[in-house]
């Protein structure tokens, strides 16, 4: 079964500076999509980036960046120039292009982003 | 912009009532999914629909149910409620099943904390 791990339950980091948020995740298929949401305090789940598996590159969002590691099954995201709007939960999920009737979703990892 | 409306943001039931959770999407999207959240366990899919009068179990289907008569709408029901469905309740749509269009987003409601004492 597909597994994904957020092994940080809690991170925080000063305004304007860079944070990375750790995903890991557990797939014996070579084709899937990766996603990372963002939940606010207003609780809105926000889709921040998206990853096709078979592409190489990594996607980018403005300051969203992801550095995807498919031999390691590592899925970072990365969060430049840090804004106070940032503080969230943020989630990690996975899809397969076989098994596609749901999203599986990681843990969550709460981001404070201080002044 | 596409709107996923859930009628309460908070609900506070007795253990044994029978509890309706609605949610009405407005962008005609074929699929809606109902999600519950619990600390340090992430989002777990109870059931989804990808059309009217149809539904399918999701990875915690056990004490809830769900109906779908019309397409914009999608209804979580616990028949006889118990305080370890004190949750939050996360409804969610999109345009295509997922099967097949791997790389379509989820468009969530805002959520409602359910308590049950």
């Known amino acids: 079964a597909q597994t994904v791990t957020q092994s940080q339950p809690e991170m925080s980091v000063q305004e304007a500076e860079t944070v990375t948020l750790s995903c890991t995740y557990d797939t014996s298929e070579s084709n899937y999509y990766l996603f990372w949401y963002k939940q606010p305090p207003s609780r809105q789940m926000i889709l921040v980036i998206r990853q096709e598996a078979y592409k190489q590159q990594n996607a980018t969002e403005n300051r969203f960046s992801v550095n995807f590691q498919k031999a390691a099954k590592s899925f970072s995201l990365k969060i430049s120039d840090s804004q106070l709007g940032d503080t969230a939960m943020y989630f990690c999920a996975f899809i397969s292009t076989y098994n596609t009737d749901k999203l599986i979703f990681g843990t969550g990892t709460r981001l404070q982003v201080f002044p | 912009d596409v709107k996923v409306t859930q009628s309460s943001r908070y609900l506070v039931k007795r253990t044994g009532e029978k509890v309706f959770l609605e949610c009405v999407q407005d962008?005609?999207?074929?699929?809606m999914f109902w999600y519950r959240q619990d600390p340090g366990l992430g989002l777990r899919l109870i059931y989804f629909s990808y059309d009217v009068k149809m539904k399918e179990k999701g990875d915690i289907p056990e004490g809830y149910s769900v109906s779908r008569e019309k397409k914009e709408r999608f209804s979580l029901i616990l028949e006889s409620a118990s305080t370890n469905q004190t949750s939050m309740y996360l409804c969610?749509?999109?345009?295509?099943?997922?099967?097949?269009?791997?790389?379509?987003?989820?468009?969530f409601g805002s959520g409602t904390q359910l308590s049950v004492l």
């Open positions: 962008m005609d999207h074929e699929n």
């Open positions: 969610a749509s999109s345009l295509f099943f997922l099967r097949g269009a791997t790389n379509e987003k989820l468009f």
